[in-house]
C-alpha cells in the first residue's frame, strides 16, 4: 500500500509540476524554422522547423548502454509543445519513436505533451541496456501510446521539418555497429 501510495504521489507530483510550468506558457519563438538547423556535438539539435513558428528539435543523445541510446524530441509551438521519446538500438539498426502523453493542463486551448509520462516511474517505459525495439513496441502496444518504427520517415525532409540525421547518437556511442552505418 505504501509503494501505491509513493506512486501516486510521484505521478502528482511531476503533473503539478508540469501544469505549473506550462501556466507561464510563451508565445511560440518566431522564425526558428528560418534558422539554420544547428547539430550539437551531443546530437542536441535546435531550428529542425520550417516556417515562421516550426519548432523541431532535440535534447542530447543519452547512452543506455549496450548499443542502445535514446533522445528527447520536441516539437511545436508555443503552448503546445510536444514531446516524443526516440529510442535505437544501434547494434541492429532498429529504432522506434513513441509520442509522449497530453497532460491535465490546459494553456489557451492546447494540452501539451511529455515524454516523462510514458517512461518509468510514471509511465510504463523503462529503458535498459537490454531493452529491445520489439519491447518498447509490445509495452507501447499494450498501454495505448501512439508510435511509429518508421524513425526514417519521421527524422526525413518535409514540407514541416528539415532532415535531421537519426543516427547521430549511434555514430557517437557506438561508431563501429550497424545502426552508426545506416
Known sequence: MRQKFSKIAAAIGCLASLST???ACE???QNEGFKVKKVLPDCSFRNGGRGQFA???G???IDIGNGRIGQRIHRGEGCSPDESLFFMNCSDGTGIVVD???YASEIAGYTPSSIDLIQ???GAIELTSETTVSNVEEVATDNWYTFTKEIRDFFARTKDHKRVDYTCG???YYPDSPGAKL
Open 120 to 122: 518509468k516511474p510514471l
Open 59 to 61: 535534447k542530447p543523445v
Open 27 to 29: 508565445s511560440a519563438p
Open 21 to 23: 510550468g506550462a501556466i
Open 55 to 57: 519548432i523541431f528539435g
Open 170 to 172: 549511434c555514430k557517437l
Open 100 to 102: 509522449g502523453l497530453h
